[in-house]
């Protein structure tokens, strides 16, 4: 399995400014992906993160405020904008497409909480 | 928007008892996954089951799944305080690109 790590792990930030998590795969893979999970809440997908193109936003996520990067098969930003509260949530990056699996592996997490 | 829902949402149990969850979803998948979240960490994989498989085993871990309908259940056998977490399913949805859709979750407690 595909080893994920993710920075920073937690943060406290104030409403209004942004943050930026980055995810590092220790291998290439064909897929990465932003969840979003809200306290006591399942897994919400925010977007498909392309290689060298426009990320994929689901419905109810846009790129103002969830920009995302991916220049290279292993590594992915995502920004999270003009923070409020709501905002508050464990952010994950996922992988599939390695190379003998479909398996799609997780990060840490990172544990965001806006003040 | 969750595809799969989880029942139980919470679940009690004696270490050396087996639990059972299951979880049912709405529209035809590629595969369904299985993950443990310890805590609010990050997810744990623990097994993937294709559409054109029906059981699958690793270690304690019995999966089914079901797909006329639409269902699939994950057993832990012999279950330890340490298997104490959150179970999520989750599915890749047919034609969806590898994208998961998650359920809602069981709570798993196994007390001493």
């Known amino acids: 399995s595909a080893v994920i790590s993710q920075k920073p792990s937690r943060d406290i930030c104030q409403r209004g400014t942004s943050l930026t998590i980055q995810c590092q795969v220790d291998?290439?893979?064909?897929?990465m992906f932003w969840y979003r999970q809200q306290p006591g809440q399942s897994l919400t997908l925010i977007a498909t993160?392309?290689?060298?193109?426009?990320?994929?936003?689901e419905s109810g996520f846009v790129i103002d405020k969830f920009p995302i990067s991916r220049p290279n098969l292993t590594f992915s930003t995502l920004t999270v904008s003009n923070m409020s509260p709501e905002d508050s949530s464990i952010y994950l990056c996922?992988?599939?497409?390695?190379?003998?699996?479909?398996?799609?592996?997780f990060g840490p997490g990172t544990r965001l909480t806006v003040t | 928007s969750q595809q799969g829902e989880e029942d139980p949402q919470a679940l009690s149990i004696q270490e050396g008892e087996n639990a059972t969850m299951n979880c049912s979803y709405k529209?035809?998948?590629?595969?369904l996954q299985w993950y443990r979240q310890n805590s609010g960490r990050g997810l744990v994989h623990l097994i993937l089951?294709?559409?054109?498989?029906r059981e699958k085993h690793s270690g304690r871990l019995r999966v089914t799944l079901d797909t006329s309908k639409k269902s699939s259940s994950l057993l832990i056998t012999a279950s330890r305080a340490a298997d104490t977490a959150s179970y999520f399913c989750?599915?890749?949805?047919?034609?969806?690109?590898?994208?998961?859709?998650f359920g809602t979750g069981t709570q798993l407690k196994v007390e001493l």
């Open positions: 996922s992988v599939s497409g390695t190379a003998s699996s479909y398996e799609q592996y």
């Open positions: 291998s290439q893979v064909t897929m």
């Open positions: 993160a392309n290689q060298g193109s426009e990320a994929t936003y």
């Open positions: 529209t035809s998948i590629n595969n």
């Open positions: 089951i294709r559409s054109n498989e």
């Open positions: 989750a599915t890749e949805v047919t034609g969806g690109g590898n994208k998961l859709t």
